[in-house]
């Protein structure tokens, strides 16, 4: 009789637990202390940088004179026309600050650019580019007035293949991402706009990224090593630039909530990275009033969450500092003053749909770089008997979903998704994608769509078109040069993906490669797509990934299929062979009961250091792309810089740490060099990579990269600074970055694979 009433009872718990009503039946405690804690918070000075240090002198003198309400009252957003407002101090001129998505354009307002996503711009592989974006983005932000940019972003990195997030940052890698943070911080920054790169740290997954029904966050359990050199490396390198905020993330970190995590905040960011500007919680993402003060958070979004009168109260029976208050309040005022904000910055002219209001348009000529990101992130994949570029084409056949605009874009004007709104479930968008969905979103003034450009192109040549937009197996037109096929592959915040593939348009791809002898697909995906249920079709004779373009998307792709420009985009990305070759990290981790747990056992190997530690053949490596012109490698040299320290650990600062990090990680201690020459019949660019086995890390690691255009036959030196940094490993021991005393194997190649040059850097 007991025996049987035990196990009805845990019968009942099991099904409540399964249904997420008995949260409270686990208890916590297991899970505490998993993330060491590290208080207090340290107080924002200005650091080692003149600039900084004035901006805090004339903000703490005007936060000492704050009474506690109004302190407290800029800690917190209000109610506003921006995605997140401060608190004002009108007596002291400090306005209420305007906080705006989206990485990749102004989310939801008029006459603004809709820029190529950041994954796009990944796929660029292009410095000069990067800082282009992050300029073009900083201008459109100040003339609307807005003065906390919500980018860019590089959580997630990309961990996990069906990341629904994956395509608002720059690419699996760190390096990668971390050049582009660098360059999009400095462009946005240039233009007094405050940049707030997030989401720090570890979001690597949309399933539970917030607590509900069933129960908290998920908790994404990492090791020390794999948090510095994987996730909180391209943090730095926008810490490095100077970036002014950074937003907390929504799920926990080893049990602790992202913007309640001192370790995070208090110790990586603000301690060992020096961190002088402010941090912002994602929205609704705080979780506890005194915990999250303590342990570094500095003003709540988009509301008084835990905070407000809480804070006040907090305050006053001292379970938060005043010394913490001043420094949440001295951080924000300084970062306003850092970048000039109280010198002629514009008015916030950020207005609903629905009312009328002046028409401030920020758009400026930024459609041509857009175009040209367009075509710099276009990745050329396959290319039969050089069926690309297309050689004056009469008579196209045009196939596919994704050709059009959608139909009915607007659902929901407020956001002005242009259709790329938060869709549950959804693998395909039904017309032309140029960006994903959520808030990452953008709000494109018009979109040209390929069917448009290349209807453009057909009336100026003379040519006819057919086109089908719906049906999977459309009619071919035998006379046709060509059928160009457009698919795609959707994703947005809120949700990871079901699946890499559709059958829809693989059936599509099948149909028409089936009846017509030259077949080129263009895949605009969000993310990862894998393709090789078509691929090796003798009739598929070209292949372009061209991820999400922004509105100029026809104009960019157009350029690039016709020969105007040669193809140079790289993926920022593993496409696999299979679904299932991406392993234990392919889906996100559902987690089940209260606290779901999602351990990072991988450690540094994700995406191509996953595929080259397995020694699994992907279809296509991460860096790989195909050109309409070749290029030899010849002569590669390693030169070690004068006065160079190869000491095992930076030197003992006698300063405090400057933001970024110790500045001798930043020094360059070696350069490698090598001779690009265009050998083809066209002008185009290359992309050389320079990957490196950095002693107990994964093999290869991409350490440097640059965008080099050449004419035929034309011929150039390209250098690759190696900074103490990118030879470093993270010592968890010594809480330091090492320098090992070893052979460190270098590559220069065209890809992670594709091996030009080789040699061998022997640090002693
Ligand atoms: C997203 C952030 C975004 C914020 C404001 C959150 O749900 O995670 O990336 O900036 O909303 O829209």
Redesign the pocket.
């Known amino acids: 009789m007991a025996t049987l009433r035990s196990c009805s009872i845990a019968a009942l718990s099991f099904v409540a637990l399964a249904w997420g009503q008995g949260y409270t039946n686990e208890s916590e405690v297991p899970h505490y202390g998993q993330s060491p804690p590290v208080y207090p918070t340290p107080e924002g000075t200005g650091g080692t940088d003149p600039a900084w240090q004035a901006a805090y002198s004339r903000a703490a003198s005007i936060v000492s004179r704050m009474t506690l309400e109004e302190k407290v009252n800029v800690t917190r957003g209000h109610p506003g026309t921006c995605?997140?407002n401060s608190g004002n101090v009108t007596r002291f001129g400090i306005p209420a600050l305007c906080f705006s998505?989206a990485p990749d354009g102004i989310r939801g307002q008029e006459f603004v650019s809709a820029f190529p996503a950041q994954i796009h711009v990944g796929a660029t592989f292009d410095h000069d580019l990067m800082y282009r974006y992050g300029e073009a983005l900083g201008a459109e932000f100040r003339g609307k007035g807005i003065n906390v940019a919500?980018l860019p972003v590089a959580g997630p990195l990309g961990r996990v293949a069906r990341g629904g997030r994956n395509w608002e940052g720059f690419g699996a890698d760190p390096y990668l991402s971390g050049m582009a943070m660098e360059g999009v911080v400095h462009g946005a920054q240039d233009q007094g706009v405050i940049a707030q790169a997030?989401?720090w740290l570890l979001n690597e997954q949309e399933y539970r990224r917030n607590p509900g029904s069933a129960g908290e966050s998920i908790s994404s359990n990492v090791d020390d090593r794999t948090l510095h050199e994987l996730y909180a490396f391209p943090f730095m390198d926008a810490l490095h630039a100077g970036v002014a905020s950074i937003?907390c993330s929504?799920q926990r970190t080893n049990n602790s909530y992202g913007c309640q995590n001192s370790k995070l905040l208090n110790g990586v960011l603000k301690t060992e990275l020096g961190f002088q500007g402010f941090v912002t919680s994602?929205?609704a993402a705080q979780h506890a009033g005194v915990a999250s003060a303590n342990a570094g958070l500095d003003i709540v979004m988009p509301d008084g969450g835990y905070w407000g009168d809480n804070l006040t109260e907090a305050i006053t029976n001292g379970s938060v500092t005043d010394t913490r208050l001043n420094d949440m309040v001295t951080r924000i005022v300084a970062a306003y003053f850092h970048l000039n904000q109280d010198q002629g910055y514009p008015e916030v002219g950020v207005y609903p749909y629905n009312i009328q209001h002046e028409i401030i348009d920020v758009q400026a000529n930024h459609a041509s770089l857009i175009r040209e990101i367009g075509s710099a992130g276009t990745v050329l994949v396959k290319n039969t008997n050089n069926t690309l570029p297309l050689k004056s084409p009469r008579f196209l056949n045009i196939f596919g979903y994704d050709t059009k605009l959608p139909d009915s874009p607007w659902t929901n004007p407020s956001r002005f998704g242009g259709g790329y709104e938060v869709n549950f479930g959804w693998s395909t968008l039904n017309g032309t994608m140029i960006t994903g969905g959520g808030?990452?979103s953008s709000a494109p003034p018009y979109v040209v769509s390929p069917f448009q450009a290349l209807q453009n192109r057909v009336v100026q040549d003379h040519g006819i078109l057919r086109w089908d937009f719906d049906s999977v197996n459309p009619t071919v037109y035998a006379n046709a040069d060509a059928c160009l096929v457009f698919i795609n592959a959707y994703a947005s915040?809120s949700f990871d993906r079901t699946s890499l593939t559709d059958s829809f348009s693989d059936q599509l791809v099948h149909n028409v490669a089936t009846n017509c002898s030259n077949t080129i697909v263009v895949v605009h995906s969000a993310g990862i797509r894998v393709i090789d249920s078509w691929i090796e079709h003798p009739n598929v004779t070209a292949v372009v990934f061209g991820l999400l373009p922004g509105q100029e998307s026809g104009n960019s792709l157009v350029d690039v299929l016709y020969g105007d420009i040669s193809p140079s985009g790289r993926l920022p990305f593993t496409v696999a062979k299979d679904e299932s070759d991406y392993g234990s990290l392919l889906n996100s981790t559902i987690g089940s009961g209260p606290f779901p747990q999602d351990d990072f056992t991988e450690g540094l190997y994700i995406d191509y250091r996953h595929f080259d530690l397995y020694n699994i053949t992907p279809r296509f490596e991460f860096g790989y792309g195909l050109s309409y012109t070749q290029f030899s490698y010849s002569s590669i040299s390693i030169s070690l810089a004068a006065n160079a320290s190869c000491d095992e650990y930076p030197p003992t600062l006698s300063t405090p740490m400057p933001q970024g990090g110790h500045p001798a990680l930043w020094e360059t201690l070696y350069t490698v060099s090598t001779t690009l020459t265009n050998t083809g019949p066209v002008a185009g660019h290359e992309v050389p990579q320079l990957y490196i086995s950095i002693p107990t890390a994964p093999v290869r690691q991409l350490r440097g990269f640059e965008r080099v255009y050449l004419a035929s036959n034309e011929s150039a030196t390209v250098s690759f600074p190696l900074t103490r940094r990118d030879l470093s490993v993270w010592d968890v021991v010594a809480q330091q970055w090492r320098l090992q005393h070893s052979n460190y194997p270098i590559v220069v190649g065209a890809s992670s694979r594709d091996v030009r040059l080789s040699g061998t850097i022997n640090v002693s």
Request: negative net charge; proline residues 0%; charged residues 30%.
């Open positions: 995605v997140g998505d919500l997030k989401h937003m929504y994602d929205w808030s990452g915040e």
